[in-house]
């Protein structure tokens, strides 16, 4: 046996990325109030720093931090600081590409540390109406963004301000305020997007019946965006731009209770529907008449791909809230859904960040509810397939697709009485008063000692896909491991004599098995065989033999007992399986398995491979232009029409993929005689899955020409075509070879559609 290590090792090898859970405590922190994250942000190597501030009972009991985590989830630097005459939270923070750190703390101060993680500044700003500071900032955080030499922020008091900073100083160099007159506005959060700094909420104003609506500021505080949202406790929490759309996302309101809503924006209108492509809204399933069952959406983002995501809370049945994740496609239909409970308590997730590598980080906050418990927060980083579902520290992590009413998804949304009111517009400036330096101090280190690191299972895959004999190692921490075998398919015949007996058939298609949660050994080797397709007979051009295709050869994991994609006999006959997918109907029968068969008649197509939820597609029988059969979940190839048999050869049958179950296989097309095409060829099954090869030449063939010879098969374990040339050079289409691929961890990564996808 050559051992050779054919393994593609991604999230598994050197270079890996670690996906992890940090759960951080403050023993000093009351439980109820906080020990609590408002931000985050990334330096120059892709570290976070998240920040936010722990609440204790006596006054000032506010004790601002920040923590350096590192891409492996340790803490690499902790800094807290408090205020003795102020106690206001650490509400935003920005870095520049210096790795200077910037904290915005309410009340118009500003930190500034140096990438030692020295403060350079601590200011506070005020103005001239009695040197009075700027207010707090507003529910949510992330209102702090940095661009060139000016930080941008956002305050509120009794109106809505913004402000500019110079970053080397710390000190305000403009302010502008606005108000909505009789209006109230409620800030419900914050976007920094590739297209600005937004502020989101929602507005109420008496003088038209109380009405609610969502509303979307820039930082000049002008009204960007305003939508109905029929209902007085909904509120907008974030926005983000994402691929040329905005995507709002927040809470709306049912009764006492409430639902998650996403709003993805087109052209924006002041009437009809404002230009919403399409909304969302999520619905606790709980969530009838008991107004505990209140779910939002806090914070949106988008991947390279186009998916978008979103993050927020909902409560269990029990209505003790759990942080929700949600990732969509662009078209708005859920891909997977996840739900986080702590087990101290309430839990919400409040901020989400996707990288570069569509990795998703996300800030979670949890309320104790337990006598004397302390409070926590926590940090993850989490891949963007969803499959981090388990116990990290104190973090459970659970499916929640049937946590929420999928029939309350979609609804339509149309502006009251056809338009949306203006609340306000623009700002007037404000006289600046004198910067004041503010003194810190360095208090005991909240988190520090109370950190607790879970590293997610290691996501990781292996593909042998050349037929030979293989050594797999066991990577270490694997302990688990799903496992898809193909075998090969077999090959066409080939008939001189215009013979119809069934040994003169087209290949049979290979079996496929798949098994789940393979127990195995970190550092232990294992074997690994992927068959060969047979071969199409005769090996060469002849004018007088006949022959049988040869037979395809099994795949397999460990042993053929283990779990194994059987090789397509001879005679057309489709390869059996052995794993964790059940035989169906009668004994012939085999749950998309067993491959379909190959037919003797003239120049009859090759079967397609098993599939993972259908058998593989045969009766690609025919006259003159026969078709392959597909595979996937086994549509049946089609029949060509009855004719001339000597004009065009016989297609391949279709193969089947080894990242899980895919679209269905096509039937092979029926092909008429005398056109310019040849046989159809067999439709690929599964995700990757090949199509069988197709004959195309076109006329009718002399003497000695190739252009009836059989097809050969799709990948993986598609059958080859069979070929009758009645006194001309024949050969029947070759199988395709087989495949063997491995996915760990195998207690959450499950053949046929469970976190199947290529890494």
Not at 531 to 544: D, E, H, K, S, W
Not at 635 to 642: M, R
């Amino acid at each position: 046996m050559t051992t050779i290590q054919q393994a593609i090792f991604l999230d598994g090898g050197p270079g890996q990325i670690d996906y992890w859970f940090n759960q951080l405590t403050d023993t000093n922190a009351n439980s109820s109030t906080g020990y609590s994250l408002t931000d985050h942000a990334f330096d120059s190597l892709g570290n976070i720093v998240v920040a936010g501030t722990s609440v204790n009972n006596t006054w000032p009991d506010n004790k601002h931090f920040w923590h350096k985590i590192g891409k492996n989830g340790d803490i690499l630097v902790t800094r807290t600081f408090s205020d003795s005459n102020s106690a206001s939270d650490v509400t935003d923070i920005a870095i520049d590409s210096s790795d200077n750190i910037y904290a915005a703390l309410g009340n118009a101060r500003f930190v500034k540390w140096d990438s030692s993680y020295n403060i350079v500044y601590s200011k506070q700003n005020t103005w001239s109406n009695s040197n009075q500071n700027y207010g707090d900032s507003g529910v949510g955080g992330g209102s702090l963004t940095l661009s060139g030499n000016a930080l941008t922020y956002y305050s509120i008091g009794s109106n809505r301000r913004a402000m500019q900073v110079d970053a080397s100083t710390g000190e305000t160099t403009s302010a502008t305020t606005a108000s909505a007159g009789n209006t109230f506005f409620g800030i419900g959060g914050f976007g920094k997007t590739s297209q600005g700094n937004f502020l989101c909420g929602s507005v109420n104003n008496p003088s038209t019946n109380n009405d609610n609506y969502w509303m979307v500021a820039t930082t000049s505080l002008s009204q960007q965006f305003c939508f109905y949202s029929e209902s007085t406790s909904s509120t907008c929490r974030g926005i983000d731009y994402i691929n040329g759309n905005y995507y709002i996302v927040g809470m709306r309101a049912t009764g006492a209770a409430g639902d998650a809503l996403m709003y993805k924006l087109g052209s924006y209108s002041s009437s009809g529907n404002q230009g919403i492509l399409w909304s969302r809204r999520i619905r606790n399933i709980n969530n009838t008449s008991n107004g505990a069952y209140q779910s939002q959406f806090y914070d949106v983002a988008g991947d390279s791909e186009g998916n978008i995501y979103t993050v927020g809370h909902s409560p269990d049945a029990g209505t003790i809230s759990g942080g929700i994740i949600m990732k969509f496609d662009s078209g708005g239909t859920v891909v997977w859904s996840r739900f986080i409970q702590h087990t101290n308590g309430a839990t919400y997730i409040t901020k989400l960040s996707i990288d570069s590598n569509d990795t998703l980080w996300v800030n979670i906050d949890v309320k104790g509810s337990a006598p004397g418990s302390s409070d926590v927060c926590g940090v993850a980083k989490l891949p963007s397939n969803g499959l981090f579902t388990g116990t990290y520290c104190g973090f459970t992590v659970t499916d929640w697709s049937s946590g929420f009413n999928s029939s309350y998804q979609s609804f339509n949304h149309n502006a009251q009485n056809g338009a949306v009111p203006t609340f306000f517009s623009g700002g007037s400036s404000l006289t600046l008063g004198s910067p004041v330096t503010v003194s810190y101090t360095e208090p005991t280190v909240p988190g520090s000692s109370g950190q607790c690191k879970s590293t997610l299972p290691t996501n990781g895959q292996a593909e042998f896909t050349t037929p030979g004999s293989y050594t797999w190692v066991a990577p270490p921490d694997v302990t688990s491991v799903s496992v898809v075998a193909i075998g090969g398919g077999g090959g066409g015949s080939a008939s001189v004599t215009g013979s119809d007996d069934n040994e003169w058939s087209a290949g049979g298609g290979g079996g496929l098995g798949y098994k789940n949660n393979i127990s195995v050994t970190p550092g232990q080797s294992y074997t690994v065989v992927v068959g060969y397709g047979g071969t199409g007979a005769p090996n060469g051009p002849q004018t007088t033999a006949e022959g049988k295709g040869g037979q395809g050869g099994d795949s397999y994991f460990i042993d053929t007992s283990t779990v194994k994609g059987g090789g397509a006999g001879d005679q057309g006959v489709g390869g059996n399986f052995v794993g964790d997918n059940q035989n169906v109907g009668n004994s012939s029968q085999y749950n998309g398995r067993n491959g379909g068969y190959g037919w003797q008649s003239i120049g009859s197509g090759g079967s397609g491979a098993a599939g993972y939820s259908g058998i593989g597609a045969g009766d690609g029988r025919g006259g003159t232009a026969a078709s392959g059969g597909g595979s996937g979940k086994g549509n049946v190839g089609g029949q060509s029409p009855a004719g001339d048999p000597y004009t065009y050869g016989p297609s391949g049958g279709g193969g089947t993929g080894i990242y899980g179950e895919g679209a269905t296989g096509s039937n092979g097309n029926n092909n008429t005689i005398g056109g310019t095409t040849g046989g159809g060829v067999g439709g690929s099954g599964g995700e990757d899955g090949v199509d069988g090869k197709t004959q195309g030449a076109d006329g009718f063939p002399t003497a000695g020409s190739p252009n009836r010879q059989g097809q050969d098969g799709g990948k993986y374990g598609g059958g080859g075509g069979y070929a009758m040339y009645l006194n001309f050079s024949a050969r029947g289409g070759d199988g395709a070879g087989g495949a063997v691929r491995i996915i760990w961890p195998g207690t959450i990564r499950q053949f046929p559609t469970t976190g199947t996808e290529k890494l």
